[in-house]
């Protein structure tokens, strides 16, 4: 019995007009929209829910401003949902409904749990040329002009004790740690096999709740190339990326994000099962990132970005608080 990954995700804004502007930049289907919520869906229907921050449906905020006030699990049936319900039932905000059940974690933040919307899809992805194997042969890699997100992959919260939001997420929803920030990080999977981490809990130095970025999936390198030169064109600014992540290998690009903190595009993440052993890692810009391109790429000229949207000098997982 296991947590699917993210069904769905509820922003807390102060522009609806603009975050929706920014979501369908972003690659994501808009389903509904009024004067008070936004509803949009990745690929395999995964949803990204935009409401006013003071709207008093949400979950209280774990920061000031605009950022994430919820996050949706999916499970794969009404029994293991009750199942977990039994888990939260001593956690603080704690409620079932029988179609949903949910509380706080540690951090303040609001987790709810239903039996997952999502779809299950078939998608078409282009193989890669190592050395010792041709996965594509007679077809060129692609180039796409946009994104088109597949899910939301993980989230990524600065805590204020990450040890009682490791425990929580382990001991109540059964999520697995792939590898840790000792007593600083620790990136946490759904279940034993699965990508790298669908969460990612760090403690900064001076302690404190906060929303770092939002992930989304997408095919490979290419489309996380084309979707991010694509956003850049559109006018959206750049916080780090194009660049490659060591500890999960994947892909990056980050952008700021006007629903909060921050937003990436990622591919080619590490595929784990229950043979993985955690590793220990010591936080720092080359832990962080292999390479990385400061300021982005410009969409219109294919090169290095020199403009307004350069990247903060400051490291994306030891930022300031705003």
Same mark, same amino acid.
């Given at each position: 019995m296991s947590i699917l990954g993210i069904d769905e995700i509820t922003f807390g804004v102060e522009d609806l007009a603009l975050c929706q502007r920014f979501f369908a930049d972003w690659g994501l289907t808009l389903l509904s929209h009024s004067a008070t919520e936004q509803v949009f869906e990745t690929l395999n229907g995964c949803r990204v829910v935009i409401k006013h921050k003071d709207d008093a449906s949400l979950p209280p905020a774990i920061e000031t401003g605009p950022t994430l006030r919820e996050v949706v699990w999916g499970v794969e049936s009404d029994d293991d949902l009750a199942w977990y319900a039994d888990r939260m039932a001593s956690k603080p905000g704690y409620f079932f409904t029988g179609q949903h059940a949910g509380c706080l974690?540690?951090? #303040?933040?609001?987790?709810?749990?239903?039996?997952?919307?999502?779809?299950?899809?078939? /998608?078409?992805?282009?193989?890669?040329?190592?050395?010792?194997?041709? #996965?594509?042969?007679?077809?060129?890699?692609?180039? *796409?002009?946009?994104?088109?997100? /597949?899910?939301?992959?993980?989230?990524?919260?600065?805590?204020?004790?990450?040890?009682?939001?490791?425990?929580? *997420?382990?001991?109540?929803?059964?999520?697995?740690?792939?590898?840790?920030?000792?007593?600083?990080?620790?990136?946490?999977?759904?279940?034993?096999?699965?990508?790298?981490?669908?969460?990612?809990?760090?403690?900064?130095?001076?302690?404190?709740?906060?929303?770092?970025?939002?992930?989304?999936?997408?095919?490979?390198?290419?489309?996380?190339?084309? #979707?991010?030169?694509?956003?850049?064109?559109?006018?959206?600014?750049?916080?780090?990326?194009? #660049?490659?992540?060591?500890?999960?290998?994947?892909?990056?690009?980050?952008?700021?994000?006007?629903?909060?903190?921050?937003?990436?595009?990622?591919?080619?993440?590490?595929?784990?099962?229950?043979?993985?052993?955690?590793?220990?890692?010591?936080?720092?810009?080359?832990?962080?990132?292999?390479?990385a391109i400061s300021g982005g790429i410009d969409g219109n000229t294919r090169r290095q970005s020199s403009g307004p949207q350069a990247a903060s000098k400051t490291f994306i997982t030891a930022r300031d608080k705003p």
């Open positions: 974690d540690p951090n #303040g933040l609001g987790v709810r749990l239903q039996k997952s919307i999502k779809r299950d899809i078939e /998608i078409e992805c282009v193989g890669h040329n190592s050395w010792n194997e041709r #996965g594509r042969i007679n077809q060129p890699s692609p180039i *796409y002009d946009q994104a088109t997100p /597949i899910e939301v992959g993980h989230v990524v919260f600065f805590v204020n004790d990450v040890m009682a939001c490791e425990a929580f *997420y382990r001991d109540t929803l059964d999520f697995v740690t792939s590898d840790r920030y000792p007593q600083k990080g620790a990136f946490m999977r759904c279940s034993e096999k699965g990508g790298h981490h669908d969460i990612f809990l760090l403690q900064p130095p001076e302690p404190r709740a906060g929303l770092n970025h939002v992930a989304f999936a997408v095919r490979d390198i290419h489309e996380v190339f084309g #979707g991010g030169m694509n956003i850049s064109r559109l006018g959206w600014d750049t916080e780090l990326g194009p #660049g490659r992540h060591p500890i999960s290998s994947a892909f990056f690009w980050y952008f700021r994000n006007p629903a909060g903190a921050l937003v990436e595009y990622y591919a080619d993440e590490d595929e784990l099962t229950a043979e993985w052993q955690p590793r220990d890692f010591e936080p720092g810009p080359t832990v962080f990132a292999e390479w």
